[in-house]
Nanobody
């Protein structure tokens, strides 16, 4: 089992940057594919990015491609990151990290979820 704790959210102006972190407990972090999803007020959960167990394969949603980058540190920090640049007001949402067996854009693929961190982008 793995526990996930997100951090790094906050309020930023449009065009700004944030880096989200998701720290995982346990020794099995490197055996899980990881992903970020987001949910805006009144909307459903949306896939943002996913990364394979060793970080050699990544997927990014079209809406964030070229602006967001997912990465992970298996060696020291058991953490997955989401670097968000050129933020837009439509990126405002609660961002969740998730752990599962394979990198996927489908939420039901993932077995473990964090509690979420709020990102608000002002215009």
């Amino acid at each position: 089992q793995v526990q996930l704790v997100e951090s790094g959210g906050g309020l930023v102006q449009a065009g700004g940057s944030l880096r989200l972190s998701c720290a995982a407990s346990g020794r099995t972090f490197s055996t899980y594919a990881m992903a970020w999803f987001r949910q805006a007020p009144g909307k459903g959960r949306e896939f943002v990015a996913a990364i394979s167990t060793i970080g050699d394969v990544t997927y990014h949603a079209d809406s964030v491609k070229g602006r967001f980058t997912i990465s992970r540190d298996n060696a020291k920090k058991n953490t997955v990151y989401l670097q968000m640049n050129s933020l837009k007001p439509e990126d405002t949402a609660v961002y969740y990290c998730a752990a599962g067996p394979v990198p996927s854009g489908i939420g039901s693929t993932y077995d473990y979820w964090g509690q979420g961190t709020q990102v608000t982008v002002s215009s």
